[in-house]
């Protein structure tokens, strides 16, 4: 069973940044997609951003309307890791952030089976 664990949460003032990764530290996954979702208190668990990749590059990208320019997300050179840059935060954001992983296309109505166990971002105003 692949296991991803998310690192790179905390607390930010409004108009700030913060970098997510996740990473793969089970089952190799390099040629399957990595998405991220989000939960903030008291709504349900919303799709953030996706990426796919085959033969060690991201090929397609997916974002949210809600974090469209201002959020990014592309795979790293060191191995199997996911990295969800966030600009220009606002405390709309403030959320724990998980990161979702499996076999094939993975975004926002096609979630794969695997998850992380969440970081939480904070964002004051």
């Known amino acids: 069973q692949p296991q991803l664990i998310e690192f790179g949460g905390g607390l930010v003032q409004a108009g700030q940044s913060l970098t997510l990764s996740c990473k793969n530290s089970?089952?190799?996954?390099?040629?399957?997609?990595m998405a991220w979702f989000r939960q903030s208190s008291g709504k349900d668990r919303e799709f953030v951003a996706s990426?796919?990749?085959?033969?060690?590059?991201?090929?397609?990208?997916d974002y949210a309307d809600s974090v469209k320019g201002r959020f990014s997300t592309f795979r790293n050179n060191s191995g199997n890791t996911a990295i969800l840059q966030m600009n220009n935060l606002s405390p709309e954001d403030t959320a724990v952030y998980f990161c979702?992983?499996?076999?094939?296309?993975?975004?926002?109505?096609?979630?794969?089976?695997?998850w992380g166990q969440g970081t939480q971002v904070f964002v004051s105003s």
């Open positions: 979702n992983a499996g076999p094939g296309v993975v975004g926002a109505d096609v979630p794969g089976p695997y």
């Open positions: 089970g089952r190799d996954l390099r040629e399957s997609g």
């Open positions: 990426a796919n990749w085959r033969r060690g590059r991201v090929y397609y990208t």
